[in-house]
């Protein structure tokens, strides 16, 4: 049976406006559709949404739980609230966690300037850290001639997982252990330079947000400009060839 | 049908890959089946090595990295080979309070390792759990699958000692 499927139009508000939107979009994709900002971290157009990072926390009207506006679907009537104390200060919370638990010394960092950690900092407002840092000291994994991944800079947001994965079709990288001891391996936590699988394809360090996954031979400080949207352009590309075929 | 029957040989020629064979096929040698096949190798030989990781991950198609994620998530599988006892130390809130960390200090002192290693000569291992279910009788530890509770250290030093020299 073929049939031409009905977009089915949802109507909703965001922030008190009305919008309207296409069923199966979720709430950061109609935020994003009328200029509404909504913080994201583990989220990245091209990449299948993940929902870890919690920056994105919205509420919405008669529920009371906060819902990650990255992966969840809007609704009709929907009445949805991107923006107030309340929702800043979990943000900043968040932020603050992610700080203290790994070495995140911007002024020493390859990604200082295009950090987008370090920038959602400045956004948000986040200006201490009331808590104590842990200072880990995980290994720094140099082995591979063209790349570095440094656990001490990640936030686990699983970026380089998913495009490694889902865009390359290698799954070098995934995130091994869980709580504050969770980090990024390749293959059997092996070195990376002796991959089989890795195809130095160099998705991940465009893709991560922070100074964890660099270049090699980029040894000053706020060199690692990024080309992130490449992954969404790819993305794309791959859902028009499908369709073709 | 997917690739059933055709699985790849085994790492080795232990019997006991049969085994660990019937349940992928029982699964359909699909992806899905990791956690019940790792469960299979961690049942069978009380460990997954890095033989049998690469196995599975060969046999299931799933990629090395996501079986290497999987294995070290869950507590029940264990990568090392395991002493030849076994040491469980409640370090749960009750526990906590109630004075473990003593009793960590002191088999740390006694053996030269921390929670979650296997002593050099393969005698034994030292484990945490966050919670055994008993927290009437903290501090717990559990020795060769006996619970022992309202430890002092000094008893739990003498049951491993007991338990160690047993076999000599
Ligand atoms: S290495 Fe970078 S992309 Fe990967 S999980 Fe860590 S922060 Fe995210
Ligand atoms: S962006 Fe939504 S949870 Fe990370």
Redesign the pocket.
């Known amino acids: 049976m073929t049939e031409i499927q009905s977009v089915q139009i949802i109507t909703l508000t965001i922030d008190g406006k009305p919008v309207g939107a296409s069923g199966g979009e979720t709430i950061l994709d109609v935020a994003k559709q009328n200029q509404v900002f909504i913080p994201t971290l583990c989220h990245l157009e091209g990449l299948i949404p993940y929902g870890a990072c919690r920056l994105c926390l919205v509420e919405i009207k008669g529920n009371n739980k906060l819902v990650p506006a990255c992966i969840t679907k809007v609704a009709e009537g929907m009445e949805v609230i991107t923006n107030n104390e309340r929702l800043q200060r979990f943000r900043r919370w968040i932020l603050e966690l992610l700080f203290t638990e790994r070495n995140h010394v911007c002024s020493v960092c390859v990604a200082n300037g295009f950090c987008e950690l370090q920038s959602l900092a400045e956004v948000l407002g986040m200006d201490h850290v009331r808590l104590p840092y842990l200072h880990p000291k995980f290994v720094v994994d140099a082995t591979h001639d063209r790349f570095v ?1 440094d656990n001490n800079r ?8 998913r495009v490694c994965s889902d865009i390359e079709g290698a799954h070098t990288l995934d995130i091994m252990g869980r709580g504050i001891k969770a980090r ?1 391996v390749s293959d059997l936590d092996d070195d990376w330079g002796n991959s089989p699988t890795c195809t130095r394809c160099s998705k ?1 360090v465009q ?4 100074g ?2 660099k270049e090699k031979g980029r040894r000053s400080v706020g060199e690692k400009f990024k080309h992130r949207d490449v992954i969404a352009h790819l993305a794309e590309m791959r859902e028009a060839a499908r369709e073709e075929d | 049908m997917q690739r059933l029957s055709n699985l790849p040989d085994p790492p080795n020629s232990d019997e006991k890959w049969k085994g660990v064979q019937l349940v992928m096929r029982k699964h359909g040698q699909s992806p899905h089946a990791l956690i019940e096949t790792l469960h299979a190798v961690q049942h069978a030989f009380g460990y997954l090595d890095r033989d049998s990781l690469t196995y599975v991950s060969d046999a299931l198609g799933v990629p090395l990295s996501k079986v290497y994620g999987v294995a070290t998530f869950y507590q029940y599988f264990t990568l090392k080979k395991p002493g030849t006892h076994n040491c469980v130390v409640c370090t749960g809130t009750a526990c906590y309070i109630k004075g473990v960390p003593k009793l960590v200090e002191a088999l740390k002192e006694r053996y030269g390792m921390a929670l979650d290693e296997v002593s050099a000569d393969g005698s034994l291992t030292l484990q945490s759990a966050c919670c055994i279910g008993t927290c009437g009788l903290a501090p717990i530890a559990s020795v060769d699958g006996e619970e022992l509770g309202r430890l002092s250290a000094e008893e739990l030093l003498d049951k491993l000692e007991e338990v160690i020299h047993g076999d000599a």
């Open positions: 991944s990640c936030i686990l947001c699983g970026r380089c997982v990024i991940c893709v991560c947000p922070t964890a996954i």
